[in-house]
């Protein structure tokens, strides 16, 4: 499905100042100018290494081919996007330690490639897939989105992948399937985290959504961000990200994806049922039991520059997803 951006979340000519930075890419272009863009860009910006750099590595074969240049920013004109330093810096990657960065440090030994993903549960279609079969869309397309983690800090981020929707449409459901179930690789010779013997999470870190949740539209798959291949902090190489949920349901370096019946549980939810619902949709309303939820910090910031912005109900998202919840107690359900 070919998603059309929406009126309040695209941006216009003016308003394209950091984003452009990437533009400098070659790949985009073609899409770009296309679009009457092009000639309207602040010129020093063409030079902006921010895109370039995020990942020197290139991505395997199959990557740098699909590269494309649909772009969908569902951000706003105050929204800037986060440098990408900052985006794979500051990370929260438990398998590789609870520090923010730790996972820049430690995340660089896992091994991305080859990677398979077990489809599994009630679908037609069970499998175990190659990445890359598993990912097959003629182009990537790149949604640019606000990501809110549960701790009250926030970036923007462009990212590069396909709709979830379409993995599960060609998966098959079957009539049963009520909810989706993912799971993060498990291997602890490669992820430290997951040998200390301190960690608080109960291995492999999972997440799950709603049926109907992981079939809209906004809900994506992401394979890159910054134009590259996602580096490994960020959850290489493959990941969800679901932008009106707080950062902790989008799950990281995906090795299942299961169909089921009941409701799964989730990593977070289970260490601490209080604090972390199933739904964690963002919401300045309902407070975390040991702060507000109210604000976030938006990255990048300082000590003299906080840069704390107000929180937006469902992430600044809910034009688009606050019909999934209707009629449901957003207090109750968190
Ligand atoms: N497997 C796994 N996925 C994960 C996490 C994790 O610790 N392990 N942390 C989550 C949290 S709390 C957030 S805020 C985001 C952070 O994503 P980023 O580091 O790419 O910004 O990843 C989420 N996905
Ligand atoms: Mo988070």
Redesign the pocket.
């Known amino acids: 499905m070919l998603i059309k951006p929406r009126n309040h979340l695209t941006l216009g000519e003016n308003d394209v100042t950091p984003e452009s930075i990437y533009l400098s890419r070659r790949k985009f272009l073609g899409g770009v100018a296309g679009l009457g863009l092009a000639a309207s860009l602040p010129r020093a910006a063409w030079a902006g290494p921010d895109y370039d750099d995020v990942a020197k590595a290139k991505g395997p074969e199959w990557f740098e081919a699909k590269l494309g240049d649909t772009r969908w920013n569902a951000i706003t004109a105050e929204d800037k996007i986060t440098p990408s330093d900052d985006?794979t810096h500051?990370?929260?990657?438990?398998?590789f330690g609870s520090d923010k960065s730790d996972?820049a440090r430690r995340a660089g030994q896992l091994k991305t490639v080859p990677w398979s993903v077990t489809v599994d549960g009630e679908v037609g279609k069970p499998g175990q897939y190659a990445l890359e079969d598993l990912i097959t869309p003629s182009r990537f397309e790149e949604r640019i989105y606000r990501?809110r983690?549960?701790?009250a800090w926030s970036?923007v981020?462009p990212w590069l992948g396909i709709p979830l929707a379409e993995v599960i449409k060609r998966a098959e459901p079957t009539g049963k399937a009520k909810y989706v179930y993912f799971e993060?690789l498990e291997d602890p010779k490669q992820m430290p985290g997951q040998a200390s013997r301190f960690g608080l999470?109960d291995w492999?870190?999972r997440?799950g959504l709603r049926l109907d949740e992981a079939m809209h539209p906004l809900a994506f798959l992401a394979v890159g961000?910054y134009g590259r291949v996602l580096p490994n902090?960020?959850?290489a190489p493959l990941?969800?990200v679901v932008p009106w949920k707080?950062?902790?349901?989008?799950?990281?370096?995906i090795v299942r994806i299961s169909l089921v019946e009941s409701q799964p549980k989730t990593?977070?939810n289970m260490l601490a049922p209080n604090e972390y619902g199933f739904y964690a949709n963002v919401n300045p309303e309902v407070d975390h039991p040991r702060w507000s939820q109210a604000t976030e910090r938006r990255l990048p910031n300082s000590l003299f520059s906080p840069n704390v912005i107000d929180t937006q109900m469902f992430n600044g998202y809910a034009e688009e997803v606050a019909s999934l919840y209707q009629g449901m107690d957003l207090r109750k359900h968190y």
């Open positions: 985006a500051y990370n929260n990657f438990y398998e996972p990501l983690c549960v701790e970036m981020i993060t999470i492999p870190y997440e961000m902090q960020n959850g990941r969800l707080y950062g902790f349901k989008s799950i990281k370096s990593s977070w």
